[in-house]
């Protein structure tokens, strides 16, 4: 398997555009993370989804992100408008079964909003 | 709600070098804990994993014990190489807040020869 493929692997964007970050777990894993990494917060936990459903999203920022999971290989995070403090590493992570197992990250996207 | 507190970094030490990165939970019932690495420019890769009390994990060197009763996980090496210099994080899940994997803030280690 390749592994958690994120896309863009960079994005630089002007504040007030739109931006949608792309993740596809890996094949048979059946939850799947959306983190965010700055220095000064470090690793926090946006949105995550079990068979597609969304259990928590208490860590989105405000309304200005959303996130979706169509389907069991795909997932997006929106931005919509973006604003500079928004520059961040995104990293999605996926794994299979119950909460003792080993998630899988992605290698991330990192966001720049000028 | 769940939350993971880790030793404040970065933490420099030479090659050879004894390593311990403090991590302690809070946490309601029986969560699995997990340290996890990460290298420059990637994302974050399981290092080891305990799943009840008194659990040791152990990968490359590295080992950690589920400690219960002073909610603690704390890493440790005996020797460290500069290919160990890296961001740690300590995470748990399957407390209070369900299947979500929360981590605490990573520990910067760099290891000098």
């Known amino acids: 398997d390749?592994?958690?493929?994120?896309?863009?692997?960079h994005e630089v964007t002007e504040m007030g555009q739109e931006v949608t970050l792309r993740c596809k777990p890996i094949s048979g894993h059946n939850s799947l993370f959306w983190y965010r990494q700055t220095m000064m917060r470090g690793l926090e936990l946006l949105i995550y989804f079990n068979n597609n459903v969304p259990i928590d999203d208490s860590g989105m920022p405000e309304d200005r992100f959303s996130a979706k999971m169509p389907n069991a290989s795909f997932s997006t995070l929106k931005i919509q408008p973006s604003e500079p403090r928004d520059s961040a590493v995104y990293f999605c992570a996926s794994?299979?079964?119950q909460a003792n197992t080993e998630a899988f990250f992605g290698q991330g996207t990192r966001l720049t909003v000028v | 709600?769940?939350?993971?507190?880790q030793m404040e970094g970065p933490v420099t030490l030479s090659e050879e070098a004894f390593l311990t990165i403090n991590c302690t939970y809070t946490a309601t019932g029986y969560p699995s804990l997990f340290w996890y690495v990460q290298y420059p420019g990637e994302g974050l890769q399981l290092l080891l994993k305990a799943t009840k009390a008194d659990d040791k994990g152990s990968n490359k060197g590295f080992e950690a014990t589920y400690r219960k009763e002073t909610t603690s996980f704390h890493l440790e090496k005996g020797?460290?190489?500069v290919s160990d210099s890296a961001v740690y994080f300590c995470a748990l899940?399957?407390?209070?807040?369900?299947?979500?994997?929360?981590?605490?803030?990573?520990?910067?280690?760099?290891?000098?020869?």
């Open chain 2, 1 to 5: 709600g769940d939350s993971v507190t």
């Open chain 2, 79 to 81: 020797s460290v190489q």
């Open chain 2, 93 to 113: 899940s399957g407390g209070q807040a369900g299947t979500a994997l929360i981590f605490g803030k990573g520990t910067t280690l760099s290891v000098s020869s």
């Open chain 1, 2 to 9: 390749a592994g958690v493929i994120q896309s863009p692997r």
């Open chain 1, 95 to 97: 794994r299979e079964g």
